[in-house]
């Protein structure tokens, strides 16, 4: 990387300085020395609105990502049902849910075919 031509100015101004103050040249490293803090300041400037212009581009990536990102579906409803006694079996029933119709020995909480919860638990029906 080649330096720019004030900041070589003030290293080479730098290195004969003692010859420079001999020979009357303290101007032109001060004015190296200006010049070189201006382009710098003018840097630093550009530096920061580049800086911000990038925090904006990256707040519109991160607010596009967001409305690009898939929704989550909202769970079906719980399904509540009950059993219903249908035909006996010796001293036992056959029960069938009242939401699907699906057909048990032995009850339990929920039904075995379309997962609805038996509203009163087992004991119902």
């Not at 020979?23 to 609105?49: Q, R, S």
């Not at 607010?63 to 049902?81: L, Y």
């Amino acid at each position: 990387m080649q330096l720019p031509d004030n900041v070589q100015n003030i290293l080479a101004y730098g290195k004969g300085y003692k010859d420079g103050m001999k020979d009357g040249h303290i101007c032109g490293f001060h004015d190296a020395l200006v010049c070189t803090i201006h382009d710098l300041t003018a840097l630093l400037k550009k530096y920061a609105e580049l800086e911000k212009e990038y925090a904006g581009l990256q707040e519109k990536a991160r607010r596009e990502r967001m409305e690009n990102m898939p929704q989550m579906e909202q769970p079906a409803e719980k399904k509540h049902g009950r059993w219903i006694k249908i035909e006996p079996i010796g001293t036992q029933f056959r029960r069938k849910c009242s939401e699907c119709g699906g057909i048990v020995h032995a009850v339990s909480d929920f039904c075995p075919y379309c997962g609805a919860r038996m509203d009163g638990g087992a004991d119902n029906g």
